[in-house]
């Protein structure tokens, strides 16, 4: 075989996970090729608010924070009904606290926790975010640890085709694509990090009919090829049918309105302007209900007091910079502003309103925080798909699988192209299961990558 070039590492895939992959990697001196399909490093990560679960660190011991491992464990498989295997849950849970430090204190991105409000199924406050609360400071800051590094290759516009094996069956390199041609390159180890199929709608209809109407709201690079790959070679998936939906996405900006606004007080109607189901069983399974109704948009309905607290968030800012939302004092003139039927949104905010007493509802919502008071606001929104979230098998140190779950050597898979801790189902996403699967696999295999190639030199690297 002849080979364009030799390194240490092959990353493929140069969002979130791929990224700090790329970077445990090289901080320990290897040296790193890292492939990237678009023009851009952008991914979903970029997309998203930044946000990840993380136990045990500084930022929650500042706060008082009660957490562990076993919480955060337990949360994640409660949300998933015990369907994702624990033991890459307890990985996950385990590197967090570790992962958000790092990427403190060394990748000098500042991370703090998220005190507004806590997510669906989160049982203490875990999310960490940079100042922010954006994914696109979060890449930005990547990147400039990438573009410090001169053991880091970055190679913009080349995608991930094929990964080759020798006649051991151990992965020695793969093959690339881009505007000059095919390129086969060496290397010792290989990170699939080119996340999921969402972008991929024949998969998507084939494997998630359930979401396949929703408007896909992800990375439009993403669309499976690193799966695909995987497969090929062997690898054995898991747990295809588990996504992350939503189902706040403002339709007229494009922007994602935060969940805080339901978990905060506000409520969720259809285009009549009645509730349908429970807002706080998380937004991921909320978007398949919002589909399920007429003409498969909605509203949310919030106060003065949960706009004002949401301002921290950046996307929310933006909204609020383009007034994105109607305003009123009272809930009959905001109904007329948003050409819903006064009558009903009048009865069901004063239902809702005798729903706060601490006694679940008739969708089974038993958390309302506090009483909604004018002025009052209404957002319009619409249900997305953002990812999928099954994908390779792996074990704990994030190696792919085969059928017989036997390791592939020299692979590895993160974030969206891995299987996750989302169980099978929309219900399994947990806010921050993507990022956690992303960022933490993504550590792992580095650090894992790091230690094994030690060993295999009997040393130093
Ligand atoms: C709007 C939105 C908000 C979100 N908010 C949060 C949040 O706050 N917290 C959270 O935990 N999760 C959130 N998520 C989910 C989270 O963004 C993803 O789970 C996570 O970013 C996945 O990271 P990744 O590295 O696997 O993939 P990505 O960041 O998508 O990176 C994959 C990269 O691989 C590249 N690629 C694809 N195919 C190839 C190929 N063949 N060869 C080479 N490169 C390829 C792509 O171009 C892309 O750059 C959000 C998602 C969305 C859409």
């Known amino acids: 075989m002849e080979w364009d070039a030799e390194v240490d590492v092959i990353i493929a895939g140069a969002g979130g996970g791929g990224l700090i992959a790329a970077l445990t990697a090289a901080q320990a001196g290897l040296e790193v090729a890292l492939f990237e399909k678009t023009e851009h490093l952008l991914g979903n990560t970029a997309a998203s608010a930044g946000m990840i679960p993380a136990c045990n660190t500084k930022f929650q011991h500042q706060l008082d924070i009660d957490d562990s491992v076993e919480k955060m464990t337990a949360d994640i498989l409660i949300k998933n009904h015990h369907e994702s295997d624990p033991a890459l849950v307890e990985a996950l849970a385990t590197v967090s606290g570790e992962l958000v430090e790092w990427m403190n204190d060394s990748l000098q991105i500042k991370m703090s926790v998220v005190s507004e409000f806590k997510y669906p199924g989160h049982s203490a406050l875990r999310m960490h975010a940079p100042p922010s609360r954006s994914g696109l400071e979060l890449t930005k800051k990547l990147k400039r640890n990438v573009n410090a590094l001169d053991n880091i290759y970055l190679l913009l516009q080349t995608s991930l085709q094929k990964l080759i094996q020798d006649d051991a069956g151990h992965v020695i390199g793969i093959q690339v694509a881009s505007s000059e041609g095919t390129q086969y390159i060496k290397g010792r180890k290989v990170v699939i990090a080119t996340n999921g199929f969402g972008g991929n709608k024949e998969l998507v209809k084939q494997h998630i009919p359930e979401i396949a109407d929703a408007a896909y709201f992800g990375y439009e690079a993403n669309t499976g090829e690193g799966m695909e790959a995987g497969i090929q070679v062997g690898a054995a998936t898991k747990s295809l ?71 921290s968030i950046e996307d929310y800012k933006q909204i609020a910079e383009m007034e994105a939302f109607k305003t009123a004092e009272t809930i009959e003139v905001l109904a007329e502003k948003i050409q819903v039927d006064v009558e009903r949104l ?107 190639l030690i060993e295999e030199k009997g040393g130093a690297i």
């Open 241 to 311: 049918t588990a996504y992350q939906g939503h189902a706040a996405i403002n339709e007229n900006t494009g922007l994602l309105v935060t969940w805080g606004t339901v978990m905060m007080g506000g409520f969720y109607i259809n285009s009549l302007g009645e509730r349908f189901a429970n807002e706080t069983q998380g937004y991921s399974e909320f978007a398949r209900e919002v589909l399920k109704q007429p003409e498969q948009y909605g509203y949310i309905i919030y106060d003065e007091r949960i706009h004002r607290n949401l301002l």
């Open 346 to 452: 009048s009865f069901t905010f004063l239902d809702y309103r005798q729903q706060q007493n601490g006694q679940a509802d008739a969708f089974g919502r038993e958390f309302f925080d506090q009483n909604l008071e004018a002025p009052f606001y209404a957002i319009k929104v619409i249900p997305a798909l953002f990812h999928t979230q099954g994908g390779l098998l792996i074990n704990p140190h994030a190696q792919v699988l085969d059928t017989n779950e036997i390791i592939i050597p020299n692979v590895y898979a993160v974030g969206g192209s891995a299987v996750g801790v989302s169980g099978n189902h929309a219900y399994g996403y947990m806010s921050g299961n993507g990022l956690l699967a992303a960022l933490g696999f993504g550590r792992i295999a580095g650090l894992h990558i790091v230690e094994s």
